[in-house]
């Protein structure tokens, strides 16, 4: 049974989902709550609105400290990986360890897989991320300091204000305007 519950940070409403073996998915901040409970209907028609649990009140404190701009390590967040695919779990797994305020390239991710021509696949798998924020999809950055894609609403302006928030050098070189 898939659970989700909503919760407000410095930025607006973000919300997780969850089952008994761990995170379905991570939503990142909207203004509305309305907005964000109707993406998890969507995604999981079935689930439930619930009371967030003690074993995942450290991750939503995490999530809320990150957008106060303070580092927070969510690295021990579970993680329901059994609908995920062997090679995006090693990428999300390569991805969760990169610190709040820095970054890894597509290409840097891909040698750590062992094939640099393996970075489009690092960028497919981290654009079907279903938990952002958890998997910070957006400290992921293209070569030559670019940023890259981003798949959440707002694109790469959203990827963009997340890295600013976590004070990473990549958000103060990116130039959105040129």
């Not at 410095?10 to 909207?30: K, T, Y």
């Not at 094939?115 to 938990?131: F, S, Y």
């Amino acid at each position: 049974m898939t659970q989700f519950a909503l919760f407000d940070t410095a930025i607006g409403f973000a919300g997780i989902a969850w089952n008994d073996a761990g995170l379905v998915a991570c939503h990142l901040p909207e203004r509305e709550a309305d907005t964000a409970r109707r993406a998890f209907l969507r995604r999981f028609p079935e689930a439930t609105e619930a009371e967030i649990p003690a074993r995942l009140s450290p991750t939503v404190e995490g999530i809320r400290a990150l957008m106060r701009g303070e580092k927070a390590d969510l690295t021990g967040a579970p993680l329901d990986l059994s609908r995920t695919p062997e090679f995006h779990a090693r990428v999300y797994e390569i991805a969760r360890a990169i610190p709040p305020g820095e970054t890894l390239t597509y290409g840097e991710i891909a040698v750590q897989l062992g094939d640099k021509l393996l970075a489009r696949d690092v960028g497919q798998a981290l654009g079907k991320n279903p938990w952002p924020i958890v998997v910070p999809c957006h400290r992921v950055t293209a070569a030559g300091g670019k940023p890259g894609g981003f798949s959440a609403r707002g694109g790469v302006t959203t990827k963009m204000k997340l890295l600013a928030i976590e004070g990473a050098k990549a958000a103060a070189q990116a130039d959105l305007f040129s």
